[in-house]
């Protein structure tokens, strides 16, 4: 535990310079700026990044000293569920962080439609830049596309798992985490396609943003009750 403590003690210290530093970005004078600062979405992102495993290690911790372990049989319906619990989390993890690029290059404001971007599945402009790697973390259109894409996939991700939940006997917090997730999961998209809609008003993109939190929470939650009990 000292050595976890020390840990979390080390990310905080990492976490202030990365704030730093990505405040640095946008003292910097660049000349298509128009007077408007704006920080770099690679740091941003990597700030974010860094807040958000700091969040989890945090969080796990606590709920590790807070919540007893259950004693689950070792069932290959369990390990199942549990991989595919590591997965879901994984997916809101990287919904969560794409989402930084969303707010760093405003792509919010690119498109702002929905299920379709414009009048089509996938717009012209997707792959505008050259190479074509820039695309995924500088034309704004593919970063909208990409926050789009992780996000259906980590809500059907998450409806999956829920329902794998329950074909398998779960203790009842077990299966309250489950339903918990679910329901987070649809608010936070219901949250997202608002946001889009009514072109990113700032109170309703912060609570997007607090959205992926608390569904980040759920995940861990879950990851939480279905943890190996060692022996």
């Known amino acids: 535990m000292k050595g976890r403590v020390l840990g979390l003690c080390g990310l905080v210290c990492f976490q202030g310079l990365l704030g730093w530093y990505m405040v640095k970005s946008g003292l910097e004078e ?7 600062p704006r920080v770099s979405q690679y740091r941003l992102a990597a700030h974010l990044g860094s807040a958000l495993v700091l969040y989890c290690a945090s969080l796990w911790t606590s709920l590790s000293l807070l919540l007893p372990r259950h004693r689950l049989p070792e069932t290959r319906q369990l390990l199942r569920l549990r991989r595919f619990a590591h997965g879901a989390a994984g997916l809101v993890f990287l919904t969560a962080l794409s989402g930084a690029f969303v707010a760093g290059l405003d792509a919010g404001l690119v498109y ?3 299920p379709k971007m414009g009048d089509s599945w996938i717009p ?11 695309n995924v973390f500088e034309n704004p259109t593919m ?5 789009r894409v992780l996000g259906v996939t980590s809500v059907t991700a998450i409806t ?9 006997p779960l203790p009842g917090r077990t299966r309250m985490a489950a339903v918990t997730l679910l329901a987070l999961a649809y608010t936070q998209v219901a ?6 809609l009514t072109y990113v008003p700032t109170p309703l993109a912060a609570t997007h943003q607090a959205g992926s939190l608390a569904l980040l929470s759920g995940a861990l939650w879950l990851l939480s009750e279905l943890r190996r009990v060692a022996k």
């Open 191 to 196: 949250l997202g396609i608002s946001t889009l």
């Open 160 to 168: 999956v798992l829920y329902f794998l939940s329950r074909r398998i």
């Open 124 to 134: 012209e402009d997707l792959l505008a830049f050259s190479p074509v790697l820039r």
């Open 112 to 114: 702002n439609s929905f």
């Open 143 to 147: 970063v909208q596309f990409d926050h």
């Open 30 to 36: 660049k000349p298509d700026s128009h007077d408007i």
